[in-house]
């Protein structure tokens, strides 16, 4: 659901932005096939994620890199996708591996940052209704010694899910039209700092535990192109937040080209 005509919203929803590292691009390897007709995996090996680079409101997200050099360590993803026709899909995804990358603890030995995120999402189109969701866990070992690395606490667990339901309005002013009218209600939330090292409990940082109501409409005249507009309600629940977290109007445009 990367491209900008896949998802509803102006900006990609806050769990595809801030935990789940969209854009992704790295080296490595994928195999991917059929098990069943309507059963799809694929499974490999990229380079792992720098643990130096993460940042405490956005995770892991930081930590990737695209330099062409051999990876000081690798991590291992795998999907399995579920299909029986194509108004329903349901799939599991996994990622495991260490981040340490060159990074060393105070003691001198390397450091490891092994890092688990799962994730498993839904779709399902009836008619002109279409329902979408995604939910993800994440792990990060050694958060200790990274806080003493980088001077950041970054979450030992994370956690997010977002629901959203879309209903096409264009189908019930002109049914054979090609362009279509949606408008979009999604419920989201996530916990940057779901769980925090033992020793890191009462350290300031900035935290981020969203809950966030968005709605809004899309103008799609053609499939590579839609036009949108959308209002979210925001709510920052963590305890190291003073300020209230603003609400959001936005506008903008969707391409593929």
């Known amino acids: 659901m990367e491209e900008p005509t896949a998802f509803y919203s102006v900006n990609r929803p806050e769990l595809e932005r801030i935990l789940i590292p969209s854009q992704w691009l790295d080296l490595g390897f994928m195999f991917y096939g059929q098990v069943l007709n309507n059963l799809e995996y694929n499974i490999g090996m990229v380079k792992g994620l720098n643990a130096g680079d993460f940042r405490e409101s956005s995770w892991v997200r930081q930590g990737r890199f695209m330099a062409l050099e051999f990876p000081e360590n690798v991590a291992a993803f795998g999907k399995l996708k579920y ?16 981040s340490g990358y060159d990074n060393i603890k105070a003691d001198g030995s390397r450091l490891l940052a092994p890092l688990t995120m799962t994730s498993l999402y839904f779709n399902y189109e009836h008619q002109n209704f279409s329902f979408f969701g995604v939910g993800m866990m994440g792990w990060l070992g050694d958060t200790d010694h990274i806080y003493h690395l980088t001077s950041r606490v970054i979450g030992e667990q994370t956690m997010g899910y977002y629901g959203e339901v879309r209903c096409d309005l264009m189908h019930y002013v002109k049914p054979d039209a090609k362009s279509k009218l949606p408008v979009f209600f999604r419920l989201e939330q996530l916990r940057t700092h779901a769980s925090v090292h033992a020793n890191l409990m009462d350290i300031e940082r900035e935290e981020l535990d969203l809950f966030n109501i968005t709605c809004g409409i899309n103008y799609r005249p053609k499939r590579n192109i839609a036009l949108k507009a959308n209002y979210q309600f925001r709510n920052n629940r963590s305890r190291f937040t003073e300020m209230r977290e603003p609400n959001l109007l936005e506008f903008g445009i969707g391409l593929i080209y």
Do not use: R
Not at 88 to 98: D, M, P, R, S
């Open 83 to 98: 299909s029986p026709h194509e108004k329903f899909e349901i799939a599991a995804a996994g990622y495991h591996g260490n």
